[in-house]
């Protein structure tokens, strides 16, 4: 016995507004994006060089991580993704803040306790 109470045409429907063009879904997704892009790409970076390379040489390598910068401000320029780009900035941003913040909190606390 099936429960499916939809009709052959829904069922065969393209995604509704909400998945295509909600604004809301694009400044989440755009928001949640440039958290994910901070946190991952320099670690998974530094992984992937730490695994090819020396550690020395590795070191030396990790700056070449701000090329991956451009993938922000081609979002940001092309206008079609330019809503989107502009939320992955302020997610970029706004993380980067808050681990800056938390990290000289527990810096300050740590040698305070000394």
């Known amino acids: ?13 393209q995604p509704d ?14 928001f949640f994006s440039g958290m ?8 998974g970076f530094a ?7 020396h550690y020395e040489t ?3 390598l990790f700056p070449f991580v701000l090329v991956f910068l451009i993938v922000p401000i081609v979002l940001v320029v ?3 993704s330019r809503r989107f780009g502009q939320y992955f900035w302020i ?13 000289s909190l527990v810096l ?3 040698v305070r306790a000394n």
Do not use: Q
């Open 1 to 13: 016995m099936s429960t499916d109470t939809s009709t052959p045409e829904t069922r065969d429907r």
């Open 17 to 30: 507004f909400w998945h295509r063009d909600h604004p809301t879904f694009t400044a989440l997704s755009g």
């Open 36 to 43: 994910l892009f901070v946190t991952v790409v320099p670690g």
């Open 47 to 53: 992984g992937v060089l730490r695994l090819l390379f």
């Open 58 to 60: 590795a070191e030396d």
């Open 78 to 80: 092309r206008p079609r």
């Open 91 to 103: 997610g970029m941003g706004l993380t980067a803040l808050v681990v800056l913040g938390v990290a």
């Open 108 to 110: 300050y606390f740590m």
